[in-house]
């Protein structure tokens, strides 16, 4: 089996992880867990992403997506092993995001791309009001970020795949170093720029990183979800663990 074959199995056996191990019927979640869960979802939305890109040879710019897919990857597994904090990182990081979203609709009314910013800015202030009830009633008083990327790569356990992040920063912001994947020889004082990647060593390894990755995430989220509750998930996320050992 060649190595692009081998990529392919592994993410076959990923899907059907995943997808045999998460609880049948309709999940019930709370506001905060339901943002937990949505971000495992856009995690499995990436990494189909990439593997679209990595079946049509762009190995530069399905490493570009992964590095959001290991983002989303750390962010849950210090929800996992954070369960005292879980809830002032999560409010924490979507009050972040909500203000974030107003300098953006600031920025659209500045340049004149919006002629109502005030019900954007309405919707986004009652979500902030949302926010600060949810904390008082959770007692989540404090303040707390998310760790950096890398640093928490190398306090939970993903010291190499913090490299394959590190090189997907650089790709995403064009640095010279990324054109170099994209070179070939055709003589010593001659090279050939490639649109689509001719390394399938490399493509296999973009694709597998990635289907490791998620199912990392899945981990996370059934823990912090508590479906290990459920004997069946247990089992398989017990499978899991030991596959991601392996990757």
Request: glycine share 4%; charged share 30%; hydrophobic share 40%.
């Amino acid at each position: 089996m060649d190595v692009l074959q081998e990529a392919r199995r592994v993410r076959k056996d990923v899907e059907e992880w995943i997808r045999d191990g998460i609880p049948s019927g309709q999940l019930e979640l709370d506001p905060l867990s339901t943002q937990v869960f949505m971000i495992f979802r856009r995690m499995q939305s990436l990494h189909d992403a990439i593997w679209h890109l990595v079946d049509g040879r762009f190995d530069v710019e399905a490493w570009m997506l992964s590095r959001s897919l290991f983002e989303d990857l750390m962010r849950l597994r210090e929800l996992q092993v954070s369960s005292i904090n879980r809830d002032v990182l999560l409010i924490t990081w979507l009050e972040f995001t909500l203000k974030k979203d107003r300098e953006m609709f600031q920025y659209a009314w500045d340049v004149g791309l919006d002629e109502n910013p005030q019900q954007a800015g309405s919707t986004i202030k009652q979500k902030l009001k949302d926010l600060t009830a949810l904390r008082n009633r959770r007692n989540a008083t404090q303040s707390v970020r998310f760790l950096d990327t890398v640093k928490a790569a190398k306090r939970f356990g993903f010291e190499e795949d913090a490299w394959n992040y590190l090189v997907g920063h650089q790709l995403v912001h064009g640095a010279p170093a990324s054109h170099a994947l994209r070179l070939t020889s055709t003589n010593e004082n001659e090279f050939r720029s490639l649109r689509r990647s001719q390394n399938d060593q490399l493509i296999a390894g973009v694709g597998t990183a990635a289907s490791k990755w998620l199912l990392a995430g899945y981990v996370s989220t059934a823990y912090i979800l508590a479906w290990e509750n459920d004997p069946k998930v247990a089992r398989n996320i017990a499978d899991a663990e030991r596959a991601i050992r392996d990757l």
